[in-house]
């Protein structure tokens, strides 16, 4: 099967006219992903990682390594729309969480 990927504007902005923008790359399961943009927009301070580790206690979302805030859909799970609306959130707040680090 061919992944097939969309792309997912959430309304949310990471500043005025830069909108929190997420993937959807359909497989086997759905992943949802922020692709790193959080982070790239931020850059790698200090603390990101600590950043990142407390948001998915929080907000129960992947923060990988290279920064990327994600989630599987899965069929056991809250469904489609509502882990949309987790990473988007995630993916805002990881970007401002790191801003107030460089402050």
Known sequence: MEPREELIDTGLEYRPGEPV????VRRRHILVSDRGAAL???????????????????????????????????PAGPGYEAIVRRVADASLALYQDVLELEG
């Open 21 to 24: 923008l997420l993937r959807a």
């Open 40 to 74: 790239e927009k931020t850059g790698r301070v200090p603390g990101w990682r600590e950043v990142g580790d407390r948001l998915e206690e929080e907000l129960c979302v992947n923060v990988g390594r290279n920064g990327a805030v994600s989630l599987p859909v899965v």
